[in-house]
């Protein structure tokens, strides 16, 4: 992904209601960058399963808010980091269905999805670092 | 503790969730309801989600379980409302809301609720 961070923030997801917050800052953002109400519910709904990811199975972390831009195009780009037990198989965490934790095992496959990129880092003992991205068409 | 209201109109229970809903506001939820049910001898339970802006995998549990655990209780869950984005991203999100029965509005739901009592 190459595109120039406009400015960060930088949101700690520790607690149910940080996911809450995390969900806010997202929708504020691309309402002012001018994205549709479906992309928007797409963007915040990835956004509310990656922070659960990471609350839940990385022991907390925190969350990148960042305001994309590349040449004309606007976006925004999220990261989810934890330093929690990390993920020894990815291709199987991505499978839909699949669930280490009693969940319906749609967070990452769906959150995927449901970004236009998708990008994940994770080996055991070294935590996740989770990023998607959200471009505006025109 | 912060709890969502639940109103009583005859043996139906209406549930409106206007809040923006953390994961545990949403187990108290589905606590409340099981308990309201056989408290109240209801028959039905309309949860009206039109406020909600997103239905992710862990809301959307939750109404599938409130729906199963309402139905071995004897009573018919019908969601009503949903925003036509959260509709869409529930689908690409990969989510059934197995065994949920739907209606586009209060109005509707309800008299869908009452249809299915007598």
Known sequence: ???????????????????????????ELMIAAGFSLLEQTRMITAASELARNTL???????????????????????????????????DLALTDGYTTGGGMGVGLSGAKRLADEFDIESAPGQGTTVQISKWKSF | MEHIPILKMGNLLLVTIQVDMHDRLAMTLQDD????????????????????????????????????????????????GMQPAVAITLVELGLTLHGVQTALNVEKGISLLQRNAT
């Open chain 1, 1 to 27: 992904m190459s595109y120039t961070d406009v400015d960060t923030q930088h949101l700690s997801i520790r607690s149910d209601e940080d996911v809450v917050r995390l969900r806010q800052c997202v929708r």
């Open chain 1, 56 to 90: 839940r199975y990385g022991g907390g972390g925190e969350a990148h808010v960042r305001r994309l831009l590349t040449g004309s195009r606007k976006g925004i780009g999220l990261a989810f980091i934890d330093q929690g037990p990390g993920i020894a198989d990815i």
């Open chain 2, 33 to 80: 309801l099981t308990t309201r049910i056989v408290k109240d001898h209801a028959s039905g339970v309309l949860i009206d989600i039109s406020a909600l802006d997103i239905v992710d995998s862990f809301i959307g549990r939750m109404i599938s379980n409130t729906a199963a655990m309402a139905r071995i209780l004897d009573a018919r869950t019908v969601l009503v």
